[in-house]
């Protein structure tokens, strides 16, 4: 298995557009995760779904973010507008059942 | 808000050292799992802990689980070069949602 796909690896955009990360989960795995790591805030977990279906979005920062998971095996995170304060590393991870997380290799967001 | 916090924040050793990191934690828990961040990677799951066990072993790592103290301890025992990363902990209750705690950038020196 490939393990945990995001793309893209690094993205670099001006303020006020917008940024979409993407990630493919490990097939079989029902709950996937988004995650935002900043030397600031640390690992902060942003939303996750089981089942294709969002439980627990208390860690979204703001309207100007959502996510979106229209199928097991692709789940979208949309930053609309992008400001530089959401520059961070942004992870996703999946799991089946209730112990190890499975993490991608991270999108590194960059807004100037 | 973080569930956990890890001490010490940074932690300098020796090839052939022992390195100890603790986690306290502020809720009760179902397990407690142990991460590890190699620099600009993602996270990659060491070991877990289930809240009815009090120490567990895999290779070179011994973690320990103090439920009253709402405590855990990671040991990674004979310290290598390639042990250099952060290392987390990390929480769940009854979702499979885990609270990450702060943090130890462990250093080991050839």
């Known amino acids: 298995d490939a393990g945990v796909i995001q793309s893209p690896r690094h993205e670099v955009t001006e303020m006020g557009q917008e940024v979409t990360l993407r990630c493919k989960p490990i097939?079989?795995?029902?709950?996937l995760f988004w995650y935002r790591q900043t030397m600031m805030r640390g690992l902060e977990l942003l939303i996750y779904f089981n089942n294709n279906v969002p439980i627990d979005d208390s860690g979204m920062p703001e309207d100007r973010f959502s996510a979106k998971m229209p199928n097991a095996s692709f789940s979208t995170l949309k930053i609309q507008p992008s400001e530089p304060r959401d520059s961070a590393v942004y992870f996703c991870?999946?799991?089946?059942?209730?112990?190890?997380?499975?993490f991608g290799p991270g999108t590194r967001l960059t807004v100037l | 808000s973080q569930q956990g916090e890890e001490d010490p924040q940074a932690l300098s050793i020796q090839e052939g050292e022992n390195a100890t990191m603790n986690c306290s934690y502020k809720t009760s828990i179902n397990n407690l799992q142990w991460y590890r961040q190699n620099s600009g990677r993602g996270l990659v799951h060491l070991i877990l802990i289930r809240s009815n066990e009090r120490e567990k072993h895999s290779g070179r790592l011994r973690v320990t689980l103090d439920t009253s103290k709402k405590s855990s301890s990671l040991l990674i025992t004979a310290s290598r070069a390639a042990d250099t990363a952060s290392y987390f902990c990390?929480?769940?209750?009854?979702?499979?949602?885990?609270?990450f705690g702060t943090g130890t950038r462990l250093q080991v020196f050839p």
């Open positions: 990390a929480t769940s209750r009854d979702t499979d949602k885990l609270i």
């Open positions: 097939s079989g795995h029902n709950s």
């Open positions: 991870a999946s799991t089946q059942g209730r112990d190890e997380q499975f």
